[in-house]
């Protein structure tokens, strides 16, 4: 069984896809907001650097194949393609390293590491049938999980290509919890979320891994607990400071969790609130819910909440740059799925 995360952003891709287009809107706020698409359908971005690089996913016009892109910050956008039946990024660091991962001939699916000058690594996680990077750090430390079966294990990938793996409640549990690591800051710190299926009524859980690979796991405010609650730790930055969301059995909400452990709860909107990402200044951006559908925010190092659309039928930011700039991805009128760049 798969964690939530999973079923989540899976539920949130299965809506279909878009023309090519490209324009400019303002916000509420008046940051500019750029919306773009790299390819004919499906268009994802996924993650920001502080250059404004961007990278992310989109669909071929058939639906059959998903490829990989990096966008320049002068708008100039790459496709890449490592394997043949697919490919996905879902990382980029200060350097312009993406990683993500690929589809083989056989659909099984592998690592990639992607230098600045276009030259592609490969790896695997032992088992070599699922690995999945989610993170690459400045000094190109990769984490993500794989599987060989039933449940996932976390692994970190080092810039020399060491591989280590591991479980959020140690070795012994490995048959029964799936361990699925979402982000990595620049001395190595891992945030993630795990599943242990032995528990009568199984919930999500949050962890952080040090560097020295010591783990903590924690809950959000009244999850951890009963059934359908849930903690998932998004993002971590430089300072340890984590965000994400959790749910109780009312709602969900967003939270920052400091490096000394404390949590504070983010409730943007009346029918909750998701935290995607934070940067190292501690603005943090993701999602709402209100009676009119969902939206975008960003929560400066002050509380300040501003709100914004890329599109009229949702939303979704998913990475925040150390500048304020956020990408993430939206509906259209059509429910169309197109990338956008709010410029801070």
Do not use: C
């Not at 394997?83 to 390293?97: C, D, L, R």
């Not at 190109?140 to 290509?161: C, E, H, K, L, M």
């Not at 001395?187 to 599943?195: A, E, L, P, S, T």
């Not at 949702?314 to 991805?329: D, H, K, L």
Request: aromatic residues 10%; without cysteine; glycine residues 12%.
């Amino acid at each position: 069984m798969k964690p939530s995360i999973f079923t989540l952003f899976a539920a949130m891709t299965l809506f279909a896809a878009l023309g090519i287009m490209a324009q400019t809107l303002k916000s509420n706020t008046e940051n500019q907001i750029i919306t773009f698409d790299a390819g004919p359908l499906e268009n994802h971005a996924t993650s920001i650097n502080p250059s404004g690089e961007i990278t992310g996913w989109y669909a071929d016009a058939s639906r059959a194949h998903a490829h990989g892109f990096l966008r320049a910050a002068d708008g100039k956008i790459t496709t890449l393609d490592v394997g043949s039946t697919g490919t996905t990024a879902t990382s980029i660091n200060p350097s312009g390293e993406v990683t993500g991962w690929y589809f083989d001939a056989n659909f099984l699916v592998h690592s990639f590491l992607r230098a600045p000058d276009g030259t592609i690594t490969t790896f695997d996680v032992a088992p070599p049938n699922y690995t999945v990077p989610v993170s690459i750090n400045p000094r190109g430390d990769v984490t993500g999980s794989s599987t060989g079966g039933f449940t996932y294990q976390g692994f970190v990938r080092t810039a020399d290509g060491i591989i280590t793996t591991f479980d959020a409640l140690g070795p012994a549990t490995a048959t029964f919890t799936s361990t699925i690591p979402e982000s990595i800051n620049p001395d190595g710190v891992i945030v993630g979320v795990y599943f242990d299926v032995r528990s009568v009524q199984p919930v999500d859980h949050g962890f952080v891994r040090a560097a020295d690979g010591t783990i903590t796991t924690f809950d959000g405010p009244g999850a951890g607990t009963a059934p359908g609650t849930v903690t998932i730790p998004m993002s971590i930055n430089p300072e340890g400071e984590v965000t994400g969301w959790y749910a109780d059995v009312i709602t969900t909400h967003g939270f920052v969790r400091a490096a000394d452990g404390k949590i504070t709860t983010l409730d943007v909107g009346s029918t909750g609130t998701t935290a995607t990402s934070i940067n190292p200044s501690g603005e943090v951006t993701g999602w709402f819910g209100d009676a009119n559908g969902l939206h975008g925010f960003v929560r400066s190092t002050d509380g300040t909440i501003a709100k914004f659309d890329a599109g009229p039928n949702g939303t979704f930011p998913v990475s925040i740059n150390p500048s304020g700039e956020v990408t993430g991805w939206y509906f259209d009128a059509n429910f169309l799925v197109h990338s956008f760049l709010r410029e801070h």
